[in-house]
């Protein structure tokens, strides 16, 4: 049995093998060949743009595949989503598909854009939005840098943003959300009914959601007092609750936890006051709640 599995070419790609390295994959990517090497006997990997993923997954060519969720609807994809994977370029959180006009527009909503001309990549998904807005305009698919081409090109644009730098920079406003999107773990349905192949993409599946469960937290390990224990506990915050080990002096317990990482600055001094000794803090790579 091998699975075949896209890994999305472009601005998902380096994010996506370092979300690989962290679910414990060796994931290498050439620049002359689009059939990345995965340090996994049963994994074929090709490289694919995001944008085309959910059509082979569709189609059968691949097993399962990373790809927006953007992506699935504008290609009407027929497919099963295994996992949503909160993670992005820049960041580990959702993009949106934003409405923006120049600043100078007079345009306050999508209304004002009745016959107007809108650019964007996502033709199908934007039409979808105009109709339900009951908003006829003129959508044109736009080839990249979508956000230049205001006012001269078009009235508008449709595009993806992550923080909403790249919009503000080009002197543009935002005027609605067409679409919150994030990446998805695809499959084809046939592929599912397979037990070998579905065992397979479940585990997959588990892996890569543990790899971005534990991105921004940290592990702590400190040694506690038994009397000062109460103390140390009402500092801590968990994700569930902290493991509480006995030592080989019965006056003294071990405490384990996950946390925050932006949080430990904060943390340590309340821990050193509360009687806290031997704090350890160490990095995460999966995280299974």
């Known amino acids: 049995m091998r699975l075949r599995l896209g890994i999305p070419k472009g601005s998902l790609q380096d994010a996506t093998v370092q979300l690989f390295q962290r679910a414990g ?3 290498y990517i050439s620049s002359r060949s689009y059939y990345p090497v995965i340090d996994d006997p049963e994994i074929e990997c090709l490289l694919i743009r995001a944008q085309e993923m959910a059509r082979y997954v569709q189609d059968g060519v691949l097993d399962v595949g990373l790809t927006g969720r953007d992506w699935v609807l504008e290609n009407e ?8 994977l909160v993670y992005a370029r820049q960041s580990f959180s959702r993009v949106r598909w934003v409405l923006a006009v120049p600043e100078s527009s007079p345009a306050r909503s999508v209304k004002d854009l009745e016959g107007k001309v809108i650019a964007t990549e996502l033709v199908g998904v934007t ?4 109709a339900r807005h009951g908003v006829s305009a003129n959508v044109e698919f736009s080839w990249g840098a979508t956000e230049v081409k205001p006012p001269v090109l078009a009235d508008a644009i449709v595009e993806v943003t992550e923080t909403g730098a790249s919009l503000r920079a080009n002197q543009l406003r935002i005027v609605d959300t067409v679409l919150e999107s994030n990446t998805q773990l695809i499959a084809h349905p046939a592929s599912l009914r397979d037990p070998a192949k579905a065992e397979k993409i479940a585990t997959l599946a588990l892996l890569l959601r543990a790899a971005i469960a534990a991105h921004g937290r940290v592990g702590l390990m400190l040694n506690v007092r038994r009397e000062h224990l109460p103390g140390v506990l009402a500092v801590l915050p968990a994700l569930q609750r902290p493991t509480v080990s006995a030592l080989s002096d019965e006056d003294w317990a071990a405490v384990n936890t996950i946390v925050e990482e932006r949080q430990v600055r904060e943390l340590l001094p309340r821990l050193k006051a509360a009687q806290a000794q031997g704090i350890v803090e160490y990095p995460l790579n999966k995280v299974l709640a």
Do not use: F, K, S
């Open 127 to 130: 039409r979808a939005y105009l």
């Open 77 to 84: 994809a027929q497919v099963e989503t295994v996992q949503d």
């Open 25 to 27: 994959y060796n994931l």
